[in-house]
């Protein structure tokens, strides 16, 4: 099993979207370290490097970061398919729940690599403005980006390595979903647009008050509410099993 | 077994046994259903009504039943294009738990790949790709073999080779089922042919110690007739403005001489698998 999940591991990082997503994610900082309007359209003016490193995130955590994933998850299914190797792999005596939890395995890991990345690129890009004590915030704590005085560098890693293991969890659902429509289409293509128009869909759901505590989209902010944490934790991790419980059945009884 | 996809049936009651050291060829024009049973009987996909059973284990109840099983379902057998062919296979052999020190080389060797094993699959030719299809296929020394058109991309040699090394695993008791379109190469080594025709089974060709007669006689049409009636005789059609049946030669004779009619040439003739297929299929 653990063979079998460290060759899913490696096949998912062979795949285009993974590796485009690793390089999108760790180029992106540099971009906001260099950007010369951002005070003129955000009125933010970095006073840290610890800065670059939120609003990254921040940015990333817009739709880039939950794309990369749903993308990366829905191909590794995909491309099995596209190349006929899906076929070969269940030719063996090896149950097709095995396989999937495999594959399901190395796709929850991506979101973490991915904001891991992210992180690196954005200390690198950050270095120009320090990371000693600075006045202002980092965005993700009390007071925004013009903080509530001043900010130590323990205060600040902290504040961002919460948030980027709460995006990561955010982002394991989303994972999960797009393997669960590729398991039912058995398309990349297919599987990435089902996964991004629920998730617009359920973001529309928001007028039923009554179901916006229980949405997975009522989440995707978490890394900037630590204090929902509690709940919000408990129903990513509720959605992730579903999902993941939904693809195994689903892939059980597929025709290949 | 039968499949069906939503109201479209695929396959309707088609049912089959490839005994062990038998050679089972699957014929039948393009949408017949070759590839639909392939990968009903692999697992692959799941029949609507029936089952595969796979040396006494139902291969959709029991995954681990492919444990005797060697199967290419596609032309050109696909591979990781990334790793080489070397690796493909270390892959395989993990999968199907072969830790025999030794037997990709082995296989390798047999299939004539030894000199591109560590080139990426990717730079692999078809005919390599389906050479190396039949080497991670037989990689744990399966049972059963199924191939979906195994000798598809070929060259002669390559064609040679498959054909030598199938009836070498035959000889040596492993059950074959594949599919083709080439009908006369296989019927040197088959035992028994099966025609698909609109996903049924609309004739299994025994092959194997065969003996069909030719005859010449007048009129044709009476004669065949009184062929039909006899029991002594199997199999009997026109092909060419002559009879061909299978059986008892002295009977069949006899009974034409007895009713009359002209026999001008009765001889034994080597089987011929094409003309009969597509006449089966014709008439289908």
């Given amino acids: 099993m653990l063979r079998l999940f460290f060759f899913e591991l490696y096949k998912l990082f062979r795949l285009r979207s993974v590796a485009l997503g690793l390089v999108f994610a760790f180029l992106l900082p540099f971009l906001w370290a260099l950007a010369p309007g951002l005070k003129e359209v955000y009125g933010l003016v970095l006073a840290s490097g610890w800065q670059v490193v939120s609003l990254s995130l921040l940015a990333g955590m817009e739709f880039l970061f939950p794309f990369l994933v749903v993308m990366a998850a829905s191909e590794s299914l995909g491309s099995e398919v596209a190349q006929g190797t899906l076929k070969t792999l269940l030719l063996r005596p090896l149950p097709r729940s095995l396989l999937l939890l495999s594959k ?25 403005h320090g990371f000693g004590p600075f006045f202002g915030g980092t965005g993700l704590g009390e007071g925004g980006f013009a903080g509530t005085g001043l900010l130590t560098p323990g205060e600040a890693l902290g504040e961002l390595l919460r948030a980027h293991l709460l995006a ?52 995707l902010d978490l890394h900037l509410r630590p204090q929902a944490a509690g709940l919000g934790l408990s129903l990513l991790l509720i959605y992730t099993l579903g999902f993941a419980f939904l693809a195994a059945l689903l892939f059980e009884r597929k025709d290949l | ?141 399966p049972k059963v073999l199924i191939l979906d058109e195994p000798t598809s991309g070929l060259d002669p040699e390559g064609v040679e080779l498959v054909h030598g090394l199938l009836k070498e695993l035959s000889q040596e008791g492993v059950a074959v089922l594949l599919s083709t379109h080439h009908l006369q190469e296989v019927s040197q080594y088959a035992h ?64 034409l001489l007895a009713e009359g009619y002209r026999v001008k040439a009765l001889h034994a003739e080597r089987f011929d698998l094409r003309s009969y297929y597509q006449e089966r299929v014709k008439h289908a």
């Fill in chain 2, 192 to 255: 028994k042919v099966g025609i698909l025709g609109g996903g049924r089974l609309l004739d299994e060709v025994a092959l194997s110690g065969r003996e069909v007669y030719r005859l010449e006689a007048h009129p044709l049409e009476g004669a065949l007739a009184l062929l039909k009636t006899l029991p002594q005789v199997a199999q009997a059609r026109l092909q060419g403005g002559a009879i061909l049946f299978e059986g008892n030669p002295e009977a069949a004779l006899k009974a």
């Fill in chain 1, 104 to 128: 399901l395995l190395a796709v929850l890991l991506y979101p973490f690599v991915l904001l891991a990345a992210s992180f690196l690129g954005s200390l690198l890009a950050g270095l120009p």
């Fill in chain 1, 168 to 219: 990561g969890a955010v982002l394991v659902p989303l994972a999960a979903l797009a393997l669960l429509y590729g398991t039912l289409f058995l398309s990349t293509t297919a599987s990435a647009l089902a996964a991004v128009a629920t998730l617009l869909l359920m973001r529309l759901l928001v007028a039923f008050p009554a179901l916006t505590p229980f949405l997975l989209t009522t989440y």
């Fill in chain 2, 1 to 141: 077994m039968s499949k069906r996809y939503g109201r479209k049936p695929v396959l309707e009651r088609v049912s089959l046994t490839v005994a062990p050291g038998e050679v089972y060829a699957l014929a039948g024009p393009n949408g017949s259903g070759k590839t639909t049973l392939i990968r009903l009987v692999t697992g692959l996909a799941f029949p609507t009504e029936g089952r595969a059973i796979l040396l006494g284990e139902d291969v959709h109840k029991n995954p681990a039943a492919r444990r005797h099983l060697g199967a290419v379902v596609e032309a050109p057998a696909a591979f990781y294009p990334y790793l080489t062919g070397r690796e493909n296979l270390h892959l395989q052999a993990y999968l199907a738990g072969v830790r025999e020190e030794g037997r990709i080389g082995e296989v390798l060797a047999r299939l004539k790949l030894l000199a591109v094993a560590d080139q990426k699959v990717g730079s692999y030719s078809l005919g390599q790709r389906q050479r190396l299809g039949l080497a991670a296929a037989i990689l744990h020394r």
